[in-house]
């Protein structure tokens, strides 16, 4: 089946430093989402990408759609302590078929030190 | 935050046991999802539906059932308890060609 690689697995970084993190996958998608998981909660939508070459604000979060259809990034600028959580990147073949069936990445847990 | 509710948000079971855990919307949305979260794997799809009495497979089927009677609930139903199937699980809603929203979760070990 198709598979995403969701890169770094987990990142250490110091409150105020910016944050990248990457999808990439085999197959092309249609959308790309990106959802927060907070312990012990389910996952939060937090941006999504529906055009390829997209580039999508939300307060400190930046995503963009690759060109390809097979990638996505997301950045987070000036870290704080509540960005701890663990980050997941989600692909859609088709928003408009039965089911709309996502695949997710492995995710990436990020640890934010005041 | 939509209207998903899981429960039991813990269970305890033994190996052989079966067990079903309930997914309540309400959002009168068309589709619900049953996810299993497992540390390296991210979320997989187990089930889903795509309207009353209409299911479907995931990636991840196999030793699991579903039904869904009623628009607001879609339940998961384990026949007969494995270790291997302790997990977190996650319940999503989504209404056509819109994206999912998960609900809290429920945490299944299975001794």
């Known amino acids: 089946g198709q598979q995403l690689n969701q890169s770094p697995q987990s990142m250490f970084i110091q409150e105020g430093e910016d944050v990248s993190m990457n999808c990439t996958s085999s197959?092309?998608?249609?959308?790309w989402l990106w959802y927060k998981q907070d312990p012990g909660e389910g996952p939060v939508l937090l941006i999504a990408?529906?055009?390829?070459?997209e580039l999508t604000s939300n307060g400190r979060l930046t995503a963009q759609f690759g060109i390809t259809r097979k990638d996505s990034f997301l950045n987070i600028s000036a870290s704080i302590p509540s960005d701890v959580g663990i980050y997941f990147c989600?692909?859609?073949?088709?928003?408009?078929?039965?089911?709309?069936?996502?695949?997710f990445g492995e995710g990436t847990q990020l640890t934010v030190n005041p | 935050d939509a209207g998903i509710t899981q429960s039991p948000r813990h269970k305890v079971t033994e190996t052989g046991t079966p067990v079903t855990l309930r997914c309540h919307q309400t959002?009168?949305?068309?589709?619900m999802y049953w996810y299993r979260q497992d540390p390296g794997h991210g979320l997989r799809l187990i089930h889903y539906?795509?309207?009353?009495?209409?299911?479907d497979k995931g990636e991840v089927s196999d030793g699991y059932s579903v039904s869904r009677s009623k628009t607001e609930d879609f339940l998961l139903t384990l026949e007969s308890a494995t270790s291997s199937q302790t997990s977190v699980y996650f319940c999503?809603?989504?209404?056509?060609?819109?994206?999912?929203?998960f609900g809290p979760g429920t945490r299944l070990l299975v001794l």
């Open positions: 990408l529906y055009k390829a070459g």
């Open positions: 999503a809603i989504s209404e056509w060609g819109e994206t999912q929203y």
């Open positions: 959002e009168n949305h068309r589709y």
């Open positions: 539906s795509y309207g009353v009495k209409d299911t």
């Open positions: 197959s092309i998608f249609n959308t």
């Open positions: 989600a692909g859609q073949l088709n928003r408009e078929t039965s089911g709309s069936r996502l695949t």
